[in-house]
């Protein structure tokens, strides 16, 4: 009886200790133009746990790639980034969002068109859609303009296939062949300066 007992115990420790130690997590989910870009500049913020390329917004549930590019599936490319909400604010997530978008363009970011491409906020809750919202105006009075970019009710995501996951590290050569060359890096200095 206390070998079952000290069992317990030591499983109720290890429990604790484990949770304890496991910062907290928060989810953002976020349309950028291409999820291999929006991935790979969210990574580099200090408190994002994870990031996840995959597709939210429209109605097809587990889309594809090749559903989702060819158009109708109401999908945008999208990341859902996990992060320490300890070390790291939704407002600040929201600053990194804008300051890799194009906010002007409806028709989708940079070299890549189509509604799948298209900017988007999609908050969980109330508290996000209140910063979002906020932000929006933010970006419009800096700027001096109207910003295409929505703010749309979150949805299901759902993952994007193994290849896509982690593609500027998997594929530095071709990641940035084609970041450069979609005109990326130089569009978001036209539009945010230096």
């Not at 317990?8 to 976020?30: G, N």
């Not at 597709?55 to 490319?77: I, M």
């Not at 600053?95 to 509604?115: E, I, R, S």
Request: proline letters at 5%.
């Amino acid at each position: 009886m206390r070998l079952i007992l000290a069992i317990a115990v030591a499983a109720l420790l290890s429990a604790f200790t484990q949770a304890k130690d496991t910062p907290p997590r928060a989810e953002a989910y976020f349309a950028m133009g291409c999820f291999w870009c929006a991935e790979h500049d969210m990574e580099a913020v200090p408190g994002v746990i994870e990031v996840v390329s995959g597709y939210t917004g429209g109605t097809t549930r587990n889309p594809t790639y090749e559903q989702v590019s060819a158009g109708g599936t109401g999908h945008y490319e999208a990341v859902r980034v996990i992060y320490d909400p300890a070390r790291l604010k939704y407002s600040q997530l929201l600053d990194v969002f804008w300051k890799n978008v194009d906010p002007f363009d409806p028709a989708g970011q940079f070299c890549d068109k189509g509604a799948s491409y298209r900017a988007a906020i999609f908050p969980v809750n109330a508290a996000q859609r209140k910063l979002a919202e906020a932000s929006k105006v933010s970006v419009e009075k800096r700027l001096g303009r109207s910003v295409t970019t929505k703010i749309v009710a979150k949805r299901p995501f759902y993952k994007a296939e193994e290849y896509h996951q982690d593609y500027a590290e998997k594929n530095p050569l071709r990641y940035s062949f084609y970041r450069r060359g979609c005109g990326r890096d130089a569009r978001l200095r036209q539009v945010w300066g230096q």
